[in-house]
């Protein structure tokens, strides 16, 4: 197939490529689209066979559901039964990077939700996503516009490299603001939240809406081997680059003399803090920021992590984030990606 890649930076100056990407999922069609978290895969959230051809571009198992993305909240009571505490958090973080799992209506097709009576739905704030989802006129069904096992992509670039000739359309709304996933959170039958993902919504932000967030305990831990996660997607090895990655933890200055020693005996990659530059060698080195700014860091991961692949390095070195606020999401995607290899250094 032939894939088409059309640049958008305002949706009001694309009407014809934006009415284009509408019809296209409305026909069963496949088109990636930009949103302010990654890159999405998307296809018609109604249509059981828009979800086959989603996993099969991707190469994603289909028991792991997809999100659907609506372009105004209220939208939810079209393919979800919501409640009180889905307003609230509607009102405090939508449009934005908050993903909630409801029981699902009828209309949703279980391709979609990988056999669950729940689905998952997000309002995205990119003016662009949101555009895309208002012209198609069915929700939006959209996993992270990968292939299966690499990291969610932050740039058009990343998402040609992986789906180019198995998609129809690819919108290049240039660099995702976040950079990781959004936040999945679930609501209890008792009205209370589980935190499935941590993401651009932090735990303390969901804090001020719900008094009880429970922490899903697969977002910092090893999942045993016949266990059944909420969010069947943290069963699955993510983020992994083909190198070893090894976190690193203890004192600054320490780590820093580690890397340099490290540089000399190895072919290491380092995905460094931008304080760091200056006293190590700069042959493989990635900067990802500064130390302080986990924002910034968290926009540069998955981008970091691929440049990393394309060395083809001995090992990847990074620092292990303190999990506060948006801390947390780092945590739990680089933890993933090392398959929680840590080295404390001393
Ligand atoms: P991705 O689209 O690649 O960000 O992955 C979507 C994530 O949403 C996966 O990790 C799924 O496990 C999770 N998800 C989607 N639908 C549900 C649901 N109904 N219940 C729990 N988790 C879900
Ligand atoms: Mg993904």
Redesign the pocket.
Known sequence: MKTKVVKITDPSLAKTDIEHAGRCIRDGGLVVIPTETVYGLGGDGTNPQSARKIYSAKGRPSD????IHISEPRDAEKYAYTNDVYYKLADAFMPGPL?V?LPKKEIIPNEV?GG?N???VRCPSHPVARAIISEAGVPIA???ANISGKP?PTSAEHVICDLDGKVDMIIDGGECDIGL??T?V?VNSDNSLTL??PGGITYDALLCVCEDVFISPTIEGVLSENERP?????KYKHYAPTSPLVLLCGDQDKITRFLCNEQQRTRCLILCYDEEISALSNKGLIPIGRHDDIQMQAKKLFSALREADRYMPDVIYAHLPDKDGLGLALYNRMIRAAAHTVKEIK
């Open positions: 792991n559901p997809l999100i993903t799992v939700t669950l729940t689905v998952a959209a996993p992270s969610s996933e959004s999945i679930m499935l993902r909420l969010s069947p997607g943290m």
